[in-house]
């Protein structure tokens, strides 16, 4: 059995940036249009609790960095749910076909909900089949747009009970 443990770093810290940096260039190359995808690293003071929470996943002492993602608070969605964005869910190809993504959803869902979130959204572009395919085996429905991300394609809730 696959043990996961994850690990609160800022996201502007080395290894969270070495991380988002491999997560940001396998998004350039693989990019239906790699001119037109924008990146930007996240503002750390969004992923500080109690606003959020960047995670890092390791496997051991020996194992670390398999995975990435963070949660940030958000305004609040309609009939004043109290929306926690998921931002960032990054797998790296060592980590693959391990779990890993499903389990750190999950534990970012946890966090968001420690946080008081009622609601969990998340975007993501067509070119992600199996991060889409992850949130919809999740829990996730299609949702209107909430935000203006001009690299996403599709977005996600789904109410964190």
């Known amino acids: 059995m696959l043990v996961v443990h994850y690990r609160e770093l800022p996201v502007d810290a080395p290894e969270a940036h070495a991380l988002l940096d491999a997560y940001f260039t396998e998004r350039i190359a693989t990019f239906p249009d790699p001119v ?44 004043g749910k109290v929306q926690y964005e998921i931002k960032h869910l990054f797998v790296a190809p060592s980590g693959r076909g391990r779990g890993l993504g499903k389990a750190l959803l999950g534990e970012l869902e946890r966090r968001a909900r420690a946080f008081g979130a009622t609601e969990a959204v998340l975007d993501t572009n067509d070119s992600l089949t199996a991060a889409g395919g992850l949130y919809r085996a999740s829990g996730y429905a299609t949702i209107e747009p909430y935000n203006d991300n001009p690299n996403a394609t599709h977005w996600y809730a789904k109410p964190l009970l």
Request: proline letters at 7%; hydrophobic letters at 40%.
């Open 36 to 79: 037109g995808y924008k990146t930007a690293f996240p503002d750390a003071s969004l992923f500080t609790p109690p606003h959020g929470v960047f995670v890092v996943v390791d496997l051991s002492d020996d194992e670390r960095g398999f995975a990435c993602g963070g949660v940030r608070r958000i305004r609040d969605g309609a009939a």
